[in-house]
């Protein structure tokens, strides 16, 4: 079956940076868009980033743009989200998702990481 698990989560402090890695298995990774969400606890799971099954489109959310870079190795079936200038309100749990079409919406993502807890303190 579908698998995808989150690493690279902790504790930082604001302005530092973190590299989340998601690895698939079970899925011809290449032939599936793949996403960062996070949630905090009480809120919905909201949109982070996105790319493209080939790596050559990316969306990110306005308050992480310019700070956050996706990316992916379809060799690896790995994707990546390099997190820098971290603030406080990054804090939350970061999950991957794949899907078989491009989406910053939460709800058509069909297959789902267990999540990677992020906390920057300020």
């Known amino acids: 079956q579908v698998q995808l698990v989150e690493s690279g989560g902790g504790l930082v402090q604001a302005g530092g940076s973190l590299r989340l890695s998601c690895a698939a298995s079970g899925l011809t990774f290449s032939s599936y868009v793949m996403g960062w969400f996070r949630q905090v606890p009480g809120k919905e799971r909201e949109f982070v980033a996105v790319?493209?099954?080939?790596?050559?489109?990316?969306d990110y959310r306005d308050s992480v743009a310019g700070r956050f870079t996706i990316s992916r190795d379809n060799g690896k079936s790995t994707v990546y989200l390099q997190m820098n200038s971290l603030k406080p309100e990054d804090t939350a749990v970061y999950y991957c998702?794949?899907?078989?079409?491009?989406?910053?919406?939460?709800?058509?993502?069909?297959?789902w990481g267990q999540g990677t807890q992020v906390t920057v303190s300020s």
């Open positions: 998702a794949a899907n078989t079409y491009y989406s910053t919406s939460v709800y058509p993502y069909d297959h």
């Open positions: 790319i493209s099954m080939g790596g050559s489109r990316t």
